[in-house]
């Protein structure tokens, strides 16, 4: 079975979790690397949902939803929206995942309206959910997005998530506390922020830098360093197919 | 002990007696559970006009009251379908103004929770450091950016949203209106001590004894409460924690189906104007009903909730397995 | 399954750890019951000094730290024997600076709720229509009265108030710091989490699957709780719900003793200074003991938490007889 | 066994409860005349307490603090103090019972100190626990009071729980938005406020207008159809007898 950009992204994402980390896991492919990271190298990491959630071992089964009966049954706290997303406001909160309809160069993401007027969209999207609170309390940020020319723009038409802003010190001025951004992983490649921006730091097996050039829809920057893409382990892939066994989450084209 | 008024009504009445057209209605407040999608297709055979929605994450019970033209507003933090993609009807009343067009006022979750919270409190809003600097602060209209006066901070000031009706599905209410909700309550308890009343949905009814032998459960005081209806499966396709499971499935399928304007009719009258009542639309899903009750059904309820200490501690069930999936729409929005 | 961190220190452990000097903290956090008495003698004990106390009703906990010289400010909405009368050593503190003088910062138990509320939310204060235009608003010196921009009423401005350390009296937690408390809550949750950290003094050590089968019930989540001290009995002469009842007349005793400094004094050598833990204390009480459990036991514990319908509803108990009391001091403050 | 001064005011607190009744309790004599209340002419009043607790049927059990376990026993919700106090902010309690140490011709109340300076108290009082939000925010206020010349003072030191104010109109100008004090009953008479003024209305069995007026340090206001006040009646005292058997609450002096 070939590795597919999901599992590959899940991966990635694992490890961005550090041991111990509180994390505000969220849907899909996050679910299932917060699932590998505590089966790896991040036994004590903590998992909170936007329902009131909080749960130090994952859900033994597949989540299609966090508010699936599974996500409840073992969970440790079982609360208030409003509660866990003062934890998030309070400071509390490590890292946290979103993902979106469209992302830019600084990080900043639209999941609200494609087009010029909000009030008129070329394409309505479903909007926030808890994305823009992470987005904006969390310390630091993994942005997990497809890898898509008209996904990957300059500017967002809409910015529901912030991320750095269009210049630098943008979050402290408007008085965001949270860090931002510090990854996108895309089905294609890596990238840290630099100063806000985004640099590609690698790129996944069978991708390339050139192709990733052509598929990004601002002038791409490219570290000094950058690489392929560590693949996932044996392991790794072992734990991911277990969970995900008919590759719901991971072998959809994101 | 006083004999309380006995509020128990169908859904029917519920709806008629307390949800006149242009009414403010908080509904899918637990967020991807326990939504009552069984109230939202009473709504829908009742041709209510519009109606303005209140609610976090609702799954496609929003979906499906704009797409029958029930609705004139919304305030929500995420309008989809959360496992199968983007909500075809509320795409095609922002994109193309069909059935109608709608106002929606952009939320997040934390921001729709604090608007309901500061109602509740009494309060005229509730001060916040999300969303700052966002399109979607400014895009909603009713936020205020302010600097605390405490220490020069930069705020977004959430104003309090008072619904008319809140609706809330839980598992046992006694004929009274005390009603106990266990898993997620999300926005839920905000939302109904925001409301100036609140219709309860249980899928038992409890003798009344049983909710004052714990309080802590009861999610609201029953003199909020000005109908319950007592009616098991409700929430399906959305589930109920110890009760029934969800139906994966059945939300791909509804967004296959009401991809097209004809494709959302034919739906809408198999599922919700050919039947009578809810009683009729699970006999509809049959075995699959069942398959869904028996799943998370499994555990006996109220094992759960039972006290236990050292001696006798609960064991955790292994996974329960999944049943497998038809290949599902790869389009998806956020969340 | 990941093993959490073991938190369980003892009692004395815990002060040294996480209660220096200064240290704001709160207690009695759920108004009259679940006091955590034992935790307020240990810190008497370890001669902690210019603590800044934070607490709703705390029935005499506060003025016995006041008493010892152990606090240097208050903010509360009341101080007093909840029973019995007002409270000896505030009293002294406040009218003659005996044993030193305090600042205090008076409060309502929704203003002091809203203080911690807001700091849970992260929010730097929440407004309220209540306590507009009294002394007790003005005397705080913290609240700010401010026009709402939304309906220009006015409003009274409740700054978030965090606490170092909160102090949670509850009926069991794991040894992560999953913690259970039913009863009455108060501003119990809110004050967890509106702390940097939170000690749990728990009646009973309960194994890690019996919180995880009813999360509902935690009421802060396991990584903001730095100790877990398992402590029966350590709300006496508070009560703990279904554990054991309120000893009234010990408070009526505590009165009577502490109307002199030395008559304080010596009630603290025998109940505190000369007593090395909480279960010399019980050993002390004894017989008096047992029969506060057995009056509260009557129904065992967790009868109140099972989750039976219809079919078995439980049966509410008739009155238990009440021991007579001694004559008490008729005088009395307000609440 | 005569009638005490405590039994006439529980018998007429409870008249002042009607039925259907949002209210919040509160402690002593109060949460008696809930009980009277409930089983004679108003069995569905419901009764709040600011701990969070709400019932439906009083507590079986005489009650030393509102937090009792008989308190909790039986109740039908056991929720958080502030969601409790924002049933009441937001207008939705009928009516609150209300004492102090002392109360002004306004129904102002102090709970807090005795002496100009709050700072430097001659008497500390314990404060105002919720008594002054039930003041602040109810639509209506019953005041129980020990009747003294000392405690019914033309204006009191400190007001902590607010009255009608020092002058008329005052509540609304301030902002608060529940009505203030509608009853004053002491262990010699009851007042209702006319124009937010305290007028006598009836005197206690064994009392009478001059003794008030002795006992009382204002400029006493007398109804023109001034009465005894209705003793209670067999009934209610056999309900008052039966709840208090030893008196605790009332027949203490107050």
Redesign the interface.
Known sequence: MNVTPGEIMVAQAAREIRDGERVFV???LPLIAFVVAKRTHAPNAVGLF????VRDEPS???L???????N???ATW?????DL?GL??RGEVDVGF????EVDRRGD?N???IGPD?A??????????????IA??AKRLIVIMPHDKRRLRERVD?????GH?PERG??G?????GGGPSVLITTLGVFRFVDGDAVLASYHPGASVERIRAETGWDLRVADDVRETEPPSHTVLTIVRGYDP?G?WTR??? | ??E??NKVVTMAESVRRHVPDGARVALGC?????IPFAFAHELVRARRRDLRLVG??S?VAFDLLIGAGCVAEVD?????N??AG??HC??R???QGIPRGIVVR??????I??SL?A??????????????????AR?NGTF?E?T????G???L?I?AIEPDVTVLAVQ?CDE?G?AQL??????S??AA?AAKQVIVVAD???????????????I?????VAAVVIQSGACHP??L??RY??D?EFFHEYHRATRTVEGFDAWVREWVLDLPDRDAYLAKLGDRWEALCRR?QV?P??????????SS????????P?E??AR?D?E????
Request: hydrophobic content about 35%; some cysteine.
């Open positions: 969220g849907m899909r936007e329902l009131g959630i033994p089964e597949l299609y939803t966090m508010g699936d009966p599974p409840v049954r073992g079982c609360a208030r929206t409003v997303m998030l406001a979103i993902g979106g309809a993401l999941t609200t309206a909000r008129h969209p070329t394409v309505q999207l479903p909007g926030s959910g808890g994305g823009a609170d904006s309390l809409f910015v529901t998530t912030p802003g943008w979050r001025r408007v008085g965001l506390r008919q719901f959809r084209g994101e | 002990m006083t309380g008024r637990a967020l991807e559970p326990a976090p994450i799954d929500a933090a995420w309008v989809g959360v496992s983007l909500a509320y795409r009343a922002m994109e952009d939320h997040s979750n934390f921001s929770g604090l919270l109602a509740a409190l009494g309060s005229p809003y509730i001060p916040t450091r999300s969303l700052l600097g966002t399109d979607l895009a205020r302010a605390s006066p405490f220490d901070s930069k705020t000031l104003p046992r009274d005390n266990w898993g997620p309550w999300g926005v308890q905000e001590l038992e009814l409890a003798e009344r004894e049983v909710v004052r032998a714990d309080p802590n459960r009861t609201v005081p029953a003199f909020k959305s589930p924690q110890d499971d969800r994966h998370e555990r309820p109220g094992a759960q909730t039972e006290a236990k200490t050292r501690a609960l064991r955790a069930q292994g996974p329960l999944l497998p999936l599902v790869p998806r929005g956020s969340e």
